[in-house]
């Protein structure tokens, strides 16, 4: 996109315009929604998160028990959390961030659309559309996770800087760019990829960098010196210096000990995956309109930008069931299916974006509202997504922490959480969110050992397996002294009472 069509005719790109409209509205169904499932517990990751919120008050921001609780995670989301959680408890205030970042990802999506698509307000409001408005964008406002605002954080680095590196740059750019960098880096480590961006384009615009420093001397300091400054905190925080980042231990590799050939292929069905789940039917429409003509209109910059990050989740382990971290690159993909779509005739964008719609609605009712998903499943039972959790997880833990608590009081109001998830890092964040009652005697431990009888005087107890896929994950399973005396509530949960034989299933 040339710079004079980035430039031209701004008037027609204003504050009041439909595109502005279209992200409140994103915004207020992502509130009204999370309204509706404040109740839920958070799970997953989130607790990882919320167990470090809960050792900012225990040990100090600056303490080395800070980093021990975070289990290789960056810091800057909780810190970020740590007041809200103040004011509104442990899971309310985690998703009350969620809430306000997943708002700023929707305004860096409008800010990242307007620039690419300079004057074209309908490619910027289909654009939002196709970006926002589906299922794993709206579940991110309950979420209580960090990746919009990664993403966010990501699209600034990416429109500032191409400002920075173009003929419209403006002084107060470059700080905006680097202030999304170094921010990205905090909030997780994936904003590593920032940097490589940057490379990419001070490469590709060189002649552009050289025209500052020739002929516009502050300008060009006025990124320079900030960015000098955010790699020196960024090498600071890697020795352990700044130890808010939590660069300085070391992390797991890419690839965890898995082939580079299983990753990418669960990396690939990942992305294939939030494709479909996006932009669903529109997915086949360069296969019905002539998408050569716009090759040459492609920015090589952009592209790269875009292709490093894709291929950086690909060869990532964990991309094929986090399709979540598609979001900081979402609107590339949108901005390209929406220039292609206005290749259509005027009764087929009809057709196209009434299917569109329709879909997208109703996977968004299926994964966000539960009554809407009891009610549909028994008729489509569409498959579960790891990554919208609220119907993939969030509500059968609900149920789980109902049965433990009912069946407590007749089990000597005793329970053994078994866990492996981040080690011990789901361990006593329910009970600090209130989801499990303060008054039950609960012990944690990784792994079920028959010896755990009489090293904590059992008679009765509720035994919970946290995220197993079944029993024999925490060995349960293996005591067979036990088995007689197990009655098996669910995949998860199970009663133990030695004085009677069990065996049984019950409710």
Not at 41 to 64: C, K, M, Q, W
Request: proline share 3%.
């Amino acid at each position: 996109m040339s710079v004079e069509v980035l430039t031209k005719d701004r008037r027609t790109i204003g504050p009041f315009m439909f595109s502005t409209w279209l992200l409140v509205v994103f915004i207020m169904v992502g509130i009204l929604l999370t309204i509706t499932h404040i109740d839920y517990p958070i799970v997953r990751n989130s607790l990882i998160y919320a167990g470090i919120v809960d050792a900012i008050s225990e040990y100090g921001l600056l303490s080395e028990g800070l980093s021990e609780q975070a289990h290789e995670k960056s810091l800057g989301f909780s810190i970020l959390a740590w007041p809200l959680v103040q004011l509104m408890g442990l899971s309310t205030g985690l998703k009350t961030l969620s809430v306000l970042t997943t708002a700023l990802w929707g305004f860096a999506c409008l800010n990242l659309f307007r620039r690419v698509a300079g004057h074209s307000e309908e490619i910027v409001c289909l654009g939002l559309v196709l970006t926002l408005f589906n299922p794993l964008a709206i579940y991110q406002f309950s979420s209580a996770y960090p990746d919009t605002l990664l993403a966010a954080l990501i699209l600034f680095g990416l429109t500032y800087m191409d400002r920075v590196l173009s003929e419209d740059a403006r002084t107060g750019d470059g700080l905006v760019w680097v202030a999304a960098l170094i921010g990205a880096i905090w909030i997780k480590h994936h904003g590593f990829v920032l940097i490589a961006f940057a490379v990419v384009f001070l490469f590709l615009r060189h002649r552009v960098v050289a025209r500052q420093w020739r002929e516009n001397r502050p300008l060009f300091w006025s990124w320079v010196l900030p960015l000098a400054f955010a790699l020196g905190v960024i090498l600071l925080a890697r020795q352990g210096q700044v130890p808010t980042f939590n660069l300085a231990r070391d992390h797991n590799s890419f690839l965890r000990g898995f082939s580079l050939y299983q990753v990418v292929r669960e990396g690939l069905q990942g992305w294939l995956a939030y494709m479909l789940l996006t932009f669903s039917v529109l997915l086949a429409l360069p296969l019905v309109t002539p998408f050569w003509r716009h090759i040459r209109s492609i920015k090589p910059d952009w592209f790269l930008a875009a292709t490093i990050f894709v291929v950086t989740l690909l060869v990532y382990n964990g991309t094929g069931y986090n399709m979540r971290y598609f979001l900081a690159i979402a609107p590339f993909f949108a901005w390209t299916i929406s220039i292609l779509f206005f290749d259509l005739s005027r009764a087929g964008k009809i057709l196209w974006l009434s299917v569109f719609l329709a879909f997208n609605l109703g996977t968004t009712l299926f994964y966000n509202v539960p009554s809407f998903h009891r009610l549909v499943y028994k008729y489509a039972p569409l498959p579960f997504v790891d990554n919208l959790r609220l119907t993939a997880q969030q509500f059968a833990e609900q149920n789980n922490l109902r049965l433990i608590r009912r069946h407590a009081a007749s089990h000597d109001n005793t329970v053994i959480f078994l866990s492996r998830y981040y080690g011990d890092g789901s361990f006593g964040v329910w009970q600090k969110t209130g989801d499990l009652s303060a008054g039950l005697n609960i012990h944690y431990a990784k792994y079920w050992k028959h010896e755990m009888i009489e090293q904590l005087g059992l008679k009765r107890a509720v035994i919970y397996e946290y995220v197993a896929t079944g029993p024999e994950r925490n060995y349960l399973w293996l005591d067979t002294e036990i088995q007689q005396n197990l009655t098996k509530l669910n995949n998860r949960i199970y009663l133990l009472d030695l004085d009677h034989m069990a065996g049984g299933s019950g409710q």
